[in-house]
Nanobody, 117 residues
Framework: QVQPVESGGGLVQAGGSLRLSCSAS????????MGWYRQAPGKQRELVAV???????NYADSVKGRFAISRDNAQNTVYLQMNSLEPEDTAVYSC???????????WGQGTQVTVSS
């Protein structure tokens, strides 16, 4: 079984930075596609960033140029570096491991990010 576990959330002032981490068990972590999603109160869950098993990345328009997703396969970990944070970034951020080939679709519990104005 794969159980992603997020960490690194917290309270930060607008304009500040935060780095989220997501670790997932498994000897074939390098084959997982990994994504970060977020959900704010009263809003739908939205895609923030993804990184494929091959290392390709994609970002939501709202975070392009501010956020960066990366992975360290040796540590079974994916990161989300968040810079120039805005109050609108406040949400619960969740990590997802996905693979059609492996029939994998697993979510972490989420970590709270709060950006003060």
């Amino acid at each position: 079984q794969v159980q992603p576990v997020e960490s690194g959330g917290g309270l930060v002032q607008a304009g500040g930075s935060l780095r989220l981490s997501c670790s997932a068990s498994g000897s074939i972590f390098s084959l997982y596609n990994m994504g970060w999603y977020r959900q704010a109160p009263g809003k739908q869950r939205e895609l923030v960033a993804v990184i494929t098993a091959g290392g390709d990345t994609n970002y939501a328009d709202s975070v392009k140029g501010r956020f960066a997703i990366s992975r360290d396969n040796a540590q079974n970990t994916v990161y989300l570096q968040m810079n120039s944070l805005e109050p609108e970034d406040t949400a619960v951020y969740s990590c997802n491991a996905y693979s059609k080939l492996l029939k994998l679709d697993s979510w972490g519990q989420g970590t709270q990010v709060t950006v003060s104005s």
